[in-house]
């Protein structure tokens, strides 16, 4: 299992849940509320499965966020 942090001043909390729908049938995930990061965590067949869906995922999630206008606009 791999964790991703996203820190709520850098990543939109919408972006980030809409990566994770993304991906939702390459891998399983887990997602928690931190009062400065939302959590997210991935379980793959394997380990190279879930490095390659956790940089994927984070990439999506900040394109997202970019797209959105940034962290504060959602």
Do not use: C, W
Not at 28 to 52: C, K, M, N, W, Y
């Amino acid at each position: 299992m791999i964790e991703l942090r996203f820190h709520r001043a850098l990543y939109a909390e919408k972006a980030v849940d809409e990566a994770v729908e993304t991906f939702t049938r390459h891998a399983s995930f887990e997602r928690a509320a931190e009062p400065t990061h939302l959590v997210v965590r991935i379980s793959g067949r394997d380990a190279d499965r879930e490095q390659r869906i956790a940089h994927e995922l984070a990439n999506f999630a900040l394109g997202l966020t970019i797209k959105a206008g940034g962290a504060m606009s959602s």
